[in-house]
């Protein structure tokens, strides 16, 4: 059995020599850049380093293996990472909605995600593990998780979701029974008055970020098992997809209309696969078809949406 540790010390190499560029570089040479436009480096960075941890990886499996192997493990990242996006999108709105509902500004907000990376990078690495492990002992599992990305989706296709937060249950009980400072005053998530402990609503923004990232890996994590068996790659990847997406995180509904089907395009997907998990043992269908499918899918989705926002206002 191969030994995974250098695909862990390529990893860590290349996330770690990323952030010091992303921290140290771009802040002292191209702080004189727009917030958009930072992002937008940030991305283009996050993406280059994607691509050198893909190539080191392949290396590594081609040398260890053989050609097929690597050419399987990448396309297995590639899926991993591409699913993650895909997924990402009804998230990132959350997001969007909490920021606002706060008046959270944009130098806090890369704060927030700053500490909400961290959290989401233990979030994922437990409930992937966990959830291999329970395919790996029960088999029936992988249907119950299909069942539940069938809800998940007839539910985001169904069910008009309220962009007012108010009465989230989370912010109901921590207004109830904690002392929150409406005003934004620093960039602190705790501040002491008079011995009294405070939480600042950059806390209530970083937990409901948390709690929204909860839900999405419930869906998120089940349909990469369907498609790819190695945890290993679905953990770099899963990092990778999300350092890239929360760097650039409002760009993608700059480009593209946020209050347009942006649900129905995931639910659609979401129930697709999880129609072939339910019934890949009873009728054959080819990966390839499903990848193929969802390509035409966002392709048709992204193109209408263009066409909208550009020539039909």
Known sequence: MMNIFFVWIFFFFVISFTTLINFFYIKKYFSQLSQLQKSYLNYFIWLLSTCVFVFLLWIYFFYYYNILIANRKILDFGISYVIDHILSLDNILIWFICFEYFNIPINLQNRILTYGVLGSFILRFFLIMLSYWFLLHWNWVIFLFSCILLFSGLEMLLIKTDNNITDNIFLIFMMKYFNVINSINSEKFFLYKKNILYITPLFL??????????????????????????????????????????????????????????????????????????????????ENNIYIFIAIVLFLFLTFNILKKYFFR
Do not use: Q
């Open 205 to 286: 923004v970083l937990v409901l970020i948390e709690l929204s990232d909860i839900l999405f890996a419930l869906d998120s994590v089940p349909v990469t098992l369907t498609f790819v068996k190695d945890p290993c790659i679905i953990i770099t990847a899963n990092i990778f997809s999300i350092l890239a997406l929360r760097s650039i995180y409002f760009i993608i509904f700059n480009i593209l209309n946020k209050n347009f089907y942006i649900k129905s395009i995931i639910s659609i997907i979401v129930m697709l696969i999880s129609v072939k998990i339910m019934y890949e043992n009873y009728i054959y269908i080819l």
